[in-house]
């Protein structure tokens, strides 16, 4: 596709739901990112796959957060027992190589909200 | 561990004015650093990105400078436009080159 396509663009889950986010990247980006944004903050990092593989996923915050990407395209961000502290919008972005010196895209995000 | 300070938190020029927003990293140890925009509700827009072994890089009315050794970045935007409203984000890859360190971001505001 054109960018990167984030679906649901918002989801409204009740405390103890387990949640999907998904995440396309632009075709042919080898690296994706995720990340979360809470309100008035700079986004914060969750995990990095290379290709199929989890590279880093040092920024994931506990258990309950698990992302795939099994073919090594479309990703999805799964979320376990959501709590009220899971609200935030979750932004995917997909670079074409891994790291260094190339340019992140990111897609418009999903607003996650925990009631 | 990286941390990303951008200065100043908020920003309210008329149009027309030349304005510089500043980003300090307390890590010089980076493979690049990004400038992005973000419009509210929105995504984030690339704007440049200053390779570790470059000081500048233009675009438009936009210039981004990098000071590594010093922990440095500078966004210039001249002739600010009404349109340039946003909140402006700094970014800089880790040293594993597998994350993006954010800035909570400068939010400028320019008016007509």
């Known amino acids: 596709g054109a960018g990167v396509s984030q679906t649901p663009s918002n989801k409204v889950t009740e405390k103890g739901k387990y949640v999907e986010l998904r995440c396309d990247p632009i075709s042919g980006h080898t690296a994706l990112y995720w990340y979360r944004q809470s309100l008035g903050q700079g986004p914060e990092f969750l995990i990095y796959f290379q290709g199929t593989g989890a590279a880093d996923d040092s920024g994931l915050p506990n258990d309950r957060f698990f992302a795939v990407r099994p073919e090594g395209s479309v990703s999805t961000l799964k979320i376990q027992r959501t709590e009220r502290g899971d609200s935030a919008v979750y932004l995917c972005?997909?670079?074409?190589?891994?790291?260094?010196?190339?340019?992140?895209?990111f897609g418009q995000g999903t607003r996650l909200t925990v009631v | 561990k990286q941390e990303v300070t951008q200065i100043p938190a908020a920003l309210s020029v008329p149009e027309g004015e030349n304005l510089v927003l500043n980003c300090s990293f307390t890590?010089?140890?980076?493979?690049?650093l990004q400038w992005f925009r973000q419009d509210p509700g929105k995504g984030l827009t690339s704007l440049l990105l200053?390779?570790?072994?470059?000081r500048e890089q233009t675009s438009g009315r936009l210039n981004a400078s990098l000071d590594k050794s010093s922990g440095r970045s500078t966004l210039y935007i001249a002739a600010s436009q009404p349109g340039d409203s946003a909140t402006y984000l700094c970014?800089?890859?880790?040293?594993?080159?597998?994350?993006?360190?954010f800035g909570k971001g400068t939010t400028l505001s320019v008016s007509s």
């Open positions: 200053i390779q570790s072994s470059q």
């Open positions: 970014a800089v890859m880790n040293q594993a080159g597998t994350a993006l360190i």
């Open positions: 890590d010089s140890a980076i493979y690049n």
């Open positions: 972005a997909s670079s074409l190589l891994a790291g260094v010196n190339t340019e992140a895209f």
